[in-house]
């Protein structure tokens, strides 16, 4: 399906700001599973004043802040509760880990994005931790993502500062036509009609004097966020590879395409319709606005 855009601005600013910073970490997680299945425990005593505390509810999410001795656990509803720890709390990781002092696991082991289960006592007016529990391999996943974040932030500073200067041209563009290839869901394999869409496109563009493309890959609602990062960028990757290779676009006449995840969608993902429309990439043909029409 070709159709012209009517927004090039909000189409351009995103598909040329995106910075597509996500990581997968299936590897990692094979590993941990090939792993012998080992438990350990960091038991510490309680103190008479939270044995006889009143049982409180059972805490299930991922801690999303910390300060001091609290932490904020958000559920999947989006619900935030506020836990104090203190030294009677009990740490229990499978997947042998290996902590002998609470102090150590409180600021090495209650890391932002770990997800825990936590067994609560009532204290005053709040909640005290009485035992958290967690996975080895999500310690692991959190440490790396804690570890890196300062990376991170350098890494995508730089990032902005080389797209910065594309910023500029957004307003230099006519987007003459946009087409939508779509795909199945979770899947980034290009259909019959698909590839016969792409080369028609490029052949048209072809006959356009300063043509250029730019692809951008799009997600529906299904799946977690990072993996629909990576699926948008590996369609459009796809997509490029096949104009390029099969369609005989030259790669100097191709923007940096982009993976926009469940951004921008072209229709509700509340319905099947809604969703089997958002599963795309667009593939858009533009020119320069001062070469336009020369």
């Known amino acids: 399906m070709i159709v012209v855009s009517k927004t090039p ?31 350990a425990t960091v ?27 609290s932490i904020q ?59 958290i529990d967690l996975k080895n391999k999500d310690l692991k996943t959190a440490s790396m993502i804690h570890n890196g974040t300062a990376q991170g932030f350098a890494e995508q500073t730089a990032a902005t500062e080389a797209l910065r200067g594309r910023v500029g041209d957004i307003d230099q563009y006519n987007i003459k036509s ?16 698909a590839k016969n869409d792409l080369c028609a496109t490029a052949t048209a563009a072809e006959g356009m004097d300063n043509a250029l493309l730019l692809v951008v890959g799009y997600t529906d609602s299904t799946g977690s966020s990072d993996f629909n990062q990576e699926l948008s960028e590996k369609r459009a990757g796809r997509v ?38 958002n599963r795309r990439v667009a593939v858009n043909v533009l020119v320069s606005k001062g070469l336009d029409g020369l």
């Open 9 to 39: 601005r909000a189409l351009l600013s995103l598909a040329m700001l995106t910075a597509t910073a996500s990581a997968s970490l299936a590897a990692q997680e094979s590993q941990d599973q090939s792993q012998a299945d080992l438990s």
């Open 43 to 69: 038991h510490m005593p309680p103190s008479p004043e939270t044995a006889e505390l009143a049982e409180g509810p059972e805490i299930e999410g991922i801690i999303s802040a910390r300060s001091g001795d």
């Open 73 to 131: 656990v958000t559920a999947s509803d989006g619900t935030n509760t506020a836990i104090a720890v203190n030294d009677a709390t009990r740490i229990k990781a499978s997947g042998g880990f290996l902590g002998l002092h609470r102090s150590k696991l409180a600021a090495e082991s209650l890391l932002n994005g770990l997800p825990v289960t936590i067994k609560t006592v009532q204290s005053g007016s709040g909640l005290l931790a009485s035992q």
């Open 178 to 193: 946009t087409t939508n290839v779509n795909f199945d869901t979770g899947k980034a394999v290009l259909s019959a009609q």
């Open 240 to 277: 490029v590879n096949y104009l390029q290779q099969v369609c005989g676009w030259k790669p100097y006449r191709m923007l940096t395409p982009s993976g926009m995840s469940e951004a921008d969608p072209l229709a509700s993902n509340d319905t099947v319709e809604g969703k089997s429309q």
